[in-house]
């Protein structure tokens, strides 16, 4: 792969979702530009590329940049096809269980651990996720989210429990005879318990999770360059982003934003919103053309699944604010 396309991942070691992708790495047995990021804001070196946006992780190929793990996998799976992400069932299957473990079972993974272990951390830290978070989890107060410790506990156990049973019929994965992305998915909030908690969590009793955990640990990383933001950046002044537009799949609704400045941001949290002109739409991601005063051209790509697209400065985000006519979408 040469510099130009070459993949520069922009993260930090501990981060869980980054977690998930470098998995997929490892499972493509890709090559990949380890760019370190700090754990919370300021980014300087990252959101020029981004436009605003500094969840992490983001993957930059060249001067396109991926954001949010949804759609650094999807475009994975466009690039290298072969192992394929939904080797056994329907690829909705492993949709669905990678949406619950993003932010069902990763919600009470962090709030156990925060729950905790919460003083242990910076207060730069707490103060940067309750901005971050617009006020979940407690507004990130350790006081307030220990009390909450039995009612997450409670729910964790719960889910824990029913991993350990799904894996119970002797299944080596969670959808098959091959890893995919529920595996990914799944494992990356067990991986931040296990990373910060190891003693918290009774995995004696759950000895199918465990060895589930050990086959996924043994898929590895890739192989892993360390590369600089210095580095990134360049790669990306120094390129050109692909082509984008309306596909005939699924676009349909918003085909009619093509060219028109547009505004994204995620609607959970971190939700800094990132403006361009719309470039591309499928029915998968949307892809905002952009223009960085050092970097030139740029197209940052965002899913569709958990973001908030609307035209710039529009009040309303894609939803129907009237009664519905004839030229309105159809779905």
Known sequence: MSRMTAIHFHHYDRSPFSEKVRLAFGLKGLRWHSVIQPRWAPKPDLEPLTGGYRRTPVMQ???????????????????????????DGPAGLGDALESWADRALFADALGFVFGTQGNRFPEALHADRARFTAGRFNG????????????VAARLRRRLDRLEALLGDGRP?????????????VRHPLWYLRENLPDRIDWARRPALVGWMERLDAIGHGERVEAT???????????MPIAAGASPVGAAELSGWIGKRVRVAADDWGSDPVEGV???ADSERVSLARRDPQLGELTVHFPVDG????LA?????????????????AI
């Open 61 to 87: 190929i060249g001067a396109d940049v991926y954001c949010d793990t949804r759609c650094i996998l999807a475009e994975l799976e466009r690039r290298f096809p072969e192992p394929g992400l939904n080797p």
């Open 140 to 151: 990130w107060d350790p006081d307030a989210m220990r009390a909450q410790l039995p009612a």
């Open 173 to 185: 994965w969670l959808l098959g005879r091959a890893p995919g992305l529920a595996d990914l998915a």
């Open 229 to 239: 933001p210095a580095q990134a950046l360049l790669a990306a002044r120094d390129a």
């Open 278 to 280: 719309l470039a591309g």
């Open 307 to 310: 973001f908030d697209i609307r």
């Open 313 to 329: 400065g529009q009040a309303d985000a894609v939803r129907a604010t009237s009664e519905p006519g004839a030229g309105d979408p």
